[in-house]
């Protein structure tokens, strides 16, 4: 055995590894080498197998008999399991009563937070600010790592250009570049940097997903066909995975759907020629919930066929559908599946809990006196309280209504106003909900004695009762009241008559957005509307506090709501930060990361579009025998990249380092950007370059660089950006990873419709 261990050790040193790097890969695969000698097929088939267990529950089935299962090595692993006391129980029995001892690995979704939350995804990109992001991941491993959980099935790095697809909550946005940049924050923030990953106790595996494209759902319909060339997949939606598998992520999932027509859970080219082959990544792939007994729905074989092409295919573990569990020895005695395949499945898993430490301490998550100090602790909510404040966009404030003064009467009025449970927003199944502060409360404790405070419900959240409990079905309900519409508005109205100004709280509630919450309607519901309208018919001055987890079509109170903050759903703490921003405590500096259509009939619409070879004219709306609609035209409500600050930003002409760069080469960048206004603001200057002429239609602007800079009033700064040949790269018609000799633009700017250029050549 020593003869085997310096003869691996030598082969890594070899490759190029350090001494410690190379002895510790050497030790590790020594130790599963013998480990998986011991092993019966029965107990490896048992590895890769997936149940849940526990209360929470994100699918459609739940895993029964599962303490008998692990005591015969049957499981290896449980998710959604809330709880070290709990989870201590049954690592026991995997540890003490099994064969041979193999700890369990525990995973949950947390998805932006574990008992603190933050933002949801979409919300915290908003924010531009990778510290801030990787931060927020980092507090949730802390939390989790200390109540017993290992592996968290994120960062959802799909890419979203559909607002009608519930899930764009889950994501970061429309654009691959910033997507890139978010998804190895979040790695870094679960797992710690390269080469300094799982070195402490509060660091767990990042689990990248859906892999692959699910972002690209048609109709914006969850878990539907996507079909797309590989040009596309490449150069915009693959972007974020690889930039996650590139900062060592340790697992990836697969999506529901299809890719080139063939189910991601089955898919060789996918999971292995890509992920493994030509991108180099060795982490193991776990399916998504009941993701290989659902081919058989997608017409590619029966319970035992999907099993094995799933295995076949490169999936390591199988989350709740047990195909991989029941199916795999039959398919090694009928010579389906080689041995080798399973032993290769078997060993990712095993690395990935001795990777975790779980081999040297199977209880090593299990740390109730330090989770009493660290969950929900007031550090970690001061924590969440600054990085909500800063995620909240401020799309529209005419006359300067916003910052209200701290003085007169507010109304607080909407179905939104009152309710906690919905702040921390969907998939947040560890969260505080009945501890969470309502939005009244928040303003109410911020305003201070000086301000009056008056709240009305308003209305229902929905007139469709039907579509109120669809979308509420999480349990998170708003408390449908007895009193009719007109009861209700009438409540309103005489409030609001009474108040200064009127603070509206609407939009969707918490679960109206994320999974299996598509809407082919993305206007505020109808009977919250109604309720706006009145409150507007007052004549007194309205800051609209939208709640929302998508883009929502809001043309029409972006023409007559004189202030509209979009606060998403903030978490925890959002009662608090909105308050901040409402009251000028906090600038705020969101910027929106997806496009704001005018109505649902422009979806897909987003910046990085293709200008087609009969562009309307800029600024134009129809044209006859051109690519614009009869009814409206082609402009966004709001771009990407928009929001507003309290403080104005100017900026100076973009300068370039050279007027050319060589592949081997770089140019610099630079812009001056000014506060000309009378407070501090925090602006996010945002990079685009244009391909002008390529092989192929290239988009008619790629963000390829932001930087978020506090500039206090007066004060100006030089903003510089690199710019490599990897800016201006892209994959062409062969597949060839290429960048083109020829003329590119540069703008540099606030939003994405920024003018401000220059060009240079490359040569």
Not at 414 to 423: I, W
Request: proline content about 4%; hydrophobic content about 40%; some cysteine.
């Amino acid at each position: 055995m020593k003869k085997t261990f310096s003869l691996m050790l030598l082969a890594l040193l070899a490759l190029g590894c350090s001494d410690k790097a190379a002895y510790k890969l050497a030790k590790m695969d020594h130790f599963i080498e013998g480990l998986m000698k011991k092993m019966t097929l029965e107990e490896k088939v048992g590895q890769l197998n997936l149940p849940v267990a526990g209360d929470i529950v994100t699918g459609e089935g739940k895993s029964v008999g599962v303490e008998d299962r692990i005591a015969k090595g049957e499981v290896g692993g449980l998710f959604n399991v809330k709880g070290a006391a709990a989870i201590r129980r049954y690592q026991e029995i995997a540890v003490e009563q099994s064969r041979l001892g193999i700890p369990l690995i525990f995973g949950m979704d947390v998805i932006h937070g574990y008992e603190t939350t933050f933002p949801i995804p979409l919300g915290l990109s908003c924010t531009w600010d990778m510290e801030a992001v990787e931060e927020s991941a980092h507090i949730a491993a802390v939390e989790a790592s200390a109540d017993g959980i290992a592996w968290t099935f994120s960062p959802m790095v799909d890419l979203g250009r559909d607002p009608r697809w519930g899930r764009v909550s889950e994501g970061s946005g429309e654009d691959p570049y910033l997507n890139a940049r978010i998804a190895e924050a979040m790695v870094y923030g679960y797992q710690g940097r390269p080469g300094e990953q799982f070195t402490s106790n509060d660091e767990i595996m990042a689990c990248v997903k859906h892999f692959a494209l699910y972002g690209g759902a048609e109709a914006g319909r969850d878990y539907n066909t996507v079909d797309m060339s590989h040009q596309r997949m490449f150069n915009e939606y693959m972007t974020g995975y690889k930039a996650a598998a590139d900062a060592g992520a340790g697992s990836f999932m697969a999506s529901f759907n299809v890719v080139d027509d063939v189910p991601a859970s089955v898919n060789k080219w996918l999971l292995t020629d890509v992920l493994r082959e030509q991108w180099g990544w060795d982490g193991f792939v776990v399916s998504d919930y009941t993701g290989i007994s659902e081919c058989i729905m997608h017409g590619v074989g029966d319970y035992h066929e999907v099993g094995v092409r799933s295995l076949n295919a490169g999936m390591d573990m199988d989350m709740v559908a047990e195909a991989l569990f029941t199916q795999t020895i039959p398919g090694i005695k009928n010579g389906e599946v080689s041995r080798k395949t399973l032993d290769r499945a078997v060993r990712r898993v095993l690395e990935a809990k001795y990777k975790l430490g779980l081999f040297d301490d199977p209880y090593k998550f299990c740390r109730e006196q330090e989770a009493a100090r660290v969950l929900y602790s007031d550090e970690n909510r001061a924590i969440a309280r600054r990085i909500s404040g800063e995620s909240y966009v401020l799309l529209r404030n005419e006359g300067g209504l916003l910052p209200l003064q701290r003085k007169g009467t507010i109304a607080v009025v909407g179905p939104l106003a009152n309710t906690g449970t919905n702040m921390p927003g969907t998939w947040s199944v560890a969260a505080q909900h009945a501890r969470t502060t309502t939005l009244l409360r928040g303003i109410t404790e911020i305003a201070g004695q000086n301000v009056k405070v008056l709240y009305a419900k308003g209305s229902n959240l929905c007139s469709d009762y039907q579509l109120e409990m669809n979308s509420t079905m999480f349990g998170r309900e708003l408390g449908r009241d007895s009193r009719t519409d007109k009861q209700l508005l009438d409540e309103a109205l005489a409030v609001a008559r009474k108040a200064d100004v009127i603070i509206a709280a609407l939009g969707e509630s918490s679960e109206m957005s994320g999974e299996a919450s598509s809407r082919t309607s993305l206007d505020i519901p109808d009977v919250q509307k109604d309720l706006l309208k009145a409150l507007l018919k007052t004549g007194k001055p309205v800051v609209l506090v939208l709640f929302n987890g998508r883009p929502l079509t809001i043309q029409w109170e972006s023409e007559n709501v004189p202030a509209i903050l979009d606060a998403w759903f903030g978490g925890t703490e959002a009662a608090y930060s909105i308050a901040d921003v409402l009251f000028g405590d906090v600038n705020p500096s969101g910027k929106l990361t997806m496009t704001f259509p005018k109505n649902v009939g422009q979806v897909p619409i987003y910046y990085a579009h293709k200008n087609t070879g009969r562009p309307l004219d800029e600024g134009g709306w129809f044209m006859k025998f051109r690519s614009n609609y009869l009814d409206v035209d082609n402009d966004p409500v709001y771009p990407f990249g928009y929001g507003l600050s309290y403080t104005t930003f100017e900026y100076g002409p973009v300068s370039l380092s050279a007027p050319s760069m060589k592949e081997d080469g770089k140019i610099v960048a630079s812009v001056e950007v000014k506060n000309t206004g009378s407070v501090a603001g925090k602006e996010i200057v945002q990079m685009y370059i244009r391909d002008v002429v390529a092989s192929s239609s290239r988009p008619v602007r790629e963000l390829k660089g932001f930087e978020k800079v506090l500039l206090q009033p007066g004060e100006s700064k030089t903003v510089s950006f690199e710019i490599g040949v990897d800016a201006l790269s892209f994959w062409n018609q062969e597949m060839k990873y290429v960048a083109e000799p020829g003329e590119f633009k540069v703008y540099i700017g606030g939003d994405s419709r920024t003018v401000n250029e220059a060009s240079f050549e490359l040569l």
